[in-house]
């Protein structure tokens, strides 16, 4: 990037954390299967009247292949009230082929069309970065946290000085080790829940208006 583009992005960041008026716009990013969509509709179960939801999930890779906002959910936190745009994404990945769909039972034309939409959706994803006042990062605690894909996306976001909390899902599996993710990356506050199971959300709620509020 160069100095000028960097330089200009810095100053619009300042600009909109000291002239912010109303809710905060924040994006749910992370690889594919990490739960991200999961944890959106929790948020909109926990916060709206709970017949919402941003999408369906599924154990094939990319089954979010658009972005989805939601606006205006307020989340209370010890008296105060935090609201948020939230934008959920698609996974993001540095390879996507569609064998890889094909080997999960997809059929041929299926796979590929998958494979071209969840392409599609990496590319969209990227560009909400431009238009974001911070970042939910899910990683699955159960997996590796030293993945190229992680610190891709940790080192783009760092390079556009986006507020960064990284939630470690999946604490509900025997195999999950949170303090992975936490000793990876450990310039960055992480939470460690389970989306799906609803635990140790409101530790991430204080988090999220510590954050971002």
């Known amino acids: 990037m160069g100095i000028f583009k960097k330089f200009r992005r810095n100053i619009s960041y300042l600009i909109k954390k000291l002239f912010k008026k109303g809710r905060t ?10 739960g991200k969509t999961t944890l959106a509709n929790r948020i909109l179960m ?25 606006e205006g959910i307020a989340i209370c936190v010890n008296g105060g009230v935090v609201e948020l745009d939230i934008v959920d994404t698609p996974g993001l990945a540095t390879k996507i082929d569609f064998h890889d769909f094909m080997k999960q039972g997809l059929k041929e034309e299926e796979a590929k069309k998958r494979a071209k939409e969840a392409t599609e959706g990496v590319i969209e994803a990227i560009k909400w970065l431009e238009d974001l006042d911070g970042v939910l990062l899910v990683m699955d605690s159960t997996e590796d946290p030293f993945t190229q894909v992680n610190v891709v996306v940790i080192g783009n976001m760092e390079a556009r000085n986006l ?3 990284v939630v470690a899902n999946k604490i509900d599996l025997s195999s999950a080790s949170p303090q ?8 960055h506050p ?15 709620y204080e988090a999220i208006a510590e954050r971002f509020g």
């Open 25 to 34: 716009r924040i994006g749910i990013y992370g690889p594919p299967n990490a």
């Open 46 to 70: 926990d916060w709206t009247n709970g017949e919402e939801t941003f999408g369906e999930t599924s154990h094939i890779p990319h089954e979010t292949r658009r972005a989805m906002r939601k």
């Open 163 to 165: 507020p960064l909390l």
């Open 180 to 187: 992975r993710i936490a000793t990876a990356f450990p310039q």
């Open 190 to 204: 992480m939470v460690a829940i389970s989306a799906l199971e609803g635990e140790n959300l409101d530790e991430m």
